[in-house]
């Protein structure tokens, strides 16, 4: 163990010499470190993931790893659901510590705690009502869900987990994005006057005793400040000059851009479509500015043309904050013996968060 290196000394290095730092430092760690990247980080990282992929895939590489170090090139709630996966001899580590999702901060413990609170005036939520929690949120509220006998999804596996909460009670409270579990329960066949918004800055979510009582599905009123830019008419303009485009979507846009458009999914899943369509195909894509711009650059040479939904820049700012910078000082740290940004979840909270996200792994496809 030495010294940590300064993070400020890396702040003025060029991406060059961050990028030969990074694979000295790779080198140097060898099988000891596994790189994960989300699909909506920036190339200059993404390159030096050992794995890629969506919020589930990624969540099963952390649980089967034999790495020592797990740096997750994501968001906080990945890293942190890779220390709870992962056995407790391996570190969890967030090269920057202000990636947050501006999602998950929507719902909260305490909030989420008065919701249940509240809903026990009209019902007992806990014969009544499934806690499912989006796997975008804090550790604390994964293990909420699995102190009330609910489950983790992501977009991936959303209907699969719905399934599984209607199977246990009647009624689903699903926090943080309303978006993801209204087009989930949509798909569903659960009629929309049937899932009700939860404002949580409202007494009772705003609810009445009978519209809670007639509910199915009980939406946080939370969103991503990414997706929600994406709007239906940005499709109807882009019919308008390509009529032969398909369009496809991120579940987490809204309702409305959701029915418009010819697929929905996730990250991961939107990949494998762009990559299956025939040659030549244009593209319209409702999701992060990163995964987008790489799309489009990947299938060039196949004629594809990949486009991005919203006319105005929407990148997921927080998930731009892990940079060649952060990634090179937390791996020269590494190799030198420095645990740097460690994320390390309670031990309590970890054991009931781990019952529902493998409740999640259980029933997921
Ligand atoms: P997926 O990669 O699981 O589709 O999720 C997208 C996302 O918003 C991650 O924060
Ligand atoms: Fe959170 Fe949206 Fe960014 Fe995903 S894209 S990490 S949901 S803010």
């Given at each position: ?15 060059a010499?961050c990028?030969?730092?990074?694979l000295?430092a790779?080198?140097r760690l060898g ?6 990247g ?12 050992d794995f890629?992929?969506?919020?589930l895939?990624l969540?099963r590489?952390?649980a ?11 968001v ?6 890779a ?18 999702c ?8 305490p ?9 026990a005036?009209?019902?007992?939520p ?5 806690p499912v929690?989006?796997?975008n949120?804090?550790a ?5 869900c699995?102190?009330?006998g609910?489950i983790?999804?992501?977009?991936s596996?959303?209907?699969k ?19 993801l579990g ?8 659960i009629?929309?006057d049937?899932?009700?918004v ?6 009772m ?6 519209q809670?009582?007639k ?14 830019m994406f709007q239906?008419e940005h499709?109807?303009?882009?019919k ?16 409305e851009v959701?029915e418009?458009?010819?697929y929905?999914?996730s990250?991961?899943y ?8 025939a040659?030549?195909t244009?593209?319209?894509?409702g999701?992060e500015?990163n995964l987008?711009?790489?799309l ?14 919203s006319?105005?820049?929407?990148m997921c700012?927080t998930?731009?904050?892990i ?13 030198d013996?420095?645990v ?5 979840v309670?031990?309590?909270?970890a054991r ?5 996200l ?8």
């Amino acid at each position: 163990m030495t010294t940590a290196l300064a993070m400020h000394r890396y702040s003025l290095m060029d991406d060059a010499e961050c990028e030969a730092r990074i694979l000295d430092a790779k080198a140097r760690l060898g099988r000891r470190l596994v790189i994960l990247g989300h699909h909506y980080q920036r190339d200059e990282v993404f390159r030096h993931a050992d794995f890629s992929g969506d919020s589930l895939k990624l969540s099963r590489q952390a649980a089967g790893s034999e790495a020592e170090y797990i740096v997750f090139c994501g968001v906080h709630f990945m890293a942190e659901v890779a220390d709870i996966l992962s056995r407790p001899e391996q570190v969890s580590i967030l090269p920057d510590m202000a990636a947050g999702c501006s999602m998950a901060d929507m719902a909260s413990l305490p909030a989420v705690e008065k919701a249940w609170r509240e809903l026990a005036s009209v019902l007992d939520p806990d014969e009544h009502v499934t806690p499912v929690t989006y796997i975008n949120s804090a550790a604390d509220l994964k293990a909420f869900c699995g102190r009330h006998g609910g489950i983790v999804c992501t977009s991936s596996n959303a209907q699969k987990v719905l399934e599984w909460s209607f199977g246990q009670r009647e009624k689903v409270l699903f926090f943080p994005d309303q978006h993801l579990g209204r087009n989930t329960g949509h798909r569903m066949g659960i009629p929309l006057d049937e899932m009700v918004v939860w404002d949580f800055e409202q007494p009772m979510g705003g609810l009445t005793p009978e519209q809670i009582r007639k509910a199915r599905m009980i939406l946080w009123k939370g969103f991503c400040s990414v997706h929600q830019m994406f709007q239906p008419e940005h499709i109807e303009r882009f019919k308008a000059r390509f009529p032969e485009a398909k369009i496809i979507s991120h579940p987490e846009s809204p309702f409305e851009v959701c029915e418009k458009s010819d697929y929905v999914g996730s990250t991961e899943y939107i990949i494998k479509t762009v990559a299956e369509s025939a040659p030549g195909t244009r593209w319209l894509v409702g999701t992060e500015l990163n995964l987008v711009n790489r799309l489009n650059d990947q299938y060039k040479h196949e004629d594809k043309q990949v486009h991005f939904m919203s006319p105005t820049v929407c990148m997921c700012s927080t998930m731009f904050r892990i940079d060649p910078q952060h990634l090179a000082w937390t791996l020269e740290n590494l190799a030198d013996g420095n645990v740097v940004n460690r994320i390390q979840v309670p031990a309590e909270d970890a054991r009931l968060a781990r019952l529902a996200l493998e409740r999640m792994l259980d029933v997921s496809p």
